[in-house]
């Protein structure tokens, strides 16, 4: 279910029985025909849990496709650099040049994203090194930026 609804459904729970609540809580025993106070006090209980819904750091990562706020995160970058050498996206797998001149194994798993995950020949690229079954691989590739 979409968040927004869920943040809906959640302001409806906490707002409709706040004027009964409130009454109760004032010593009044029925509600009378001045309802423009329950009406005025379950409109401002209806929208504030809307505006805390929506304002809440859940919520904001949600919008934001899942980006915390800049000053939440430092973001420290230990991968090194290199170049695609060549990389068969009907076999999944390539090659990356190190810096080094050294070159990595690369398989279409290591490389972040959703989908269709490929690299470029010539593209540069971040990655970590890792000890594989047959040698060295990179772990970890995304496009350098």
Not at 56 to 66: C, D, H, V, W
Not at 128 to 136: A, P, S
């Amino acid at each position: 279910m979409n968040i927004i609804v869920r943040s809906i459904l959640v302001a409806f729970l906490v707002a409709i029985p706040s004027p009964f609540l409130l009454g109760w809580l004032a010593g009044m025993e029925d509600i009378n025909s001045d309802t423009s106070i329950y009406v005025g006090v379950y409109f401002m209980a209806f929208v504030g849990c809307i505006i805390m819904g929506l304002t809440s750091k859940p919520m904001r990562a949600a919008a934001g496709g899942g980006k915390e706020d800049s000053h939440d995160v430092i973001d420290v970058d230990d991968r090194e650099q290199g170049t695609v050498k060549w990389f068969n996206v009907t076999k999944g797998f390539g090659f990356i040049t190190r810096d080094s001149g050294e070159d990595v194994f690369v398989h279409y798993r290591s490389v972040r994203g959703n989908g269709r995950r490929t690299l470029r020949e010539g593209q540069r690229v971040l990655f970590k090194v890792v000890e594989g079954e047959k040698g060295l691989q990179a772990e970890d590739v995304s496009v350098a930026e």
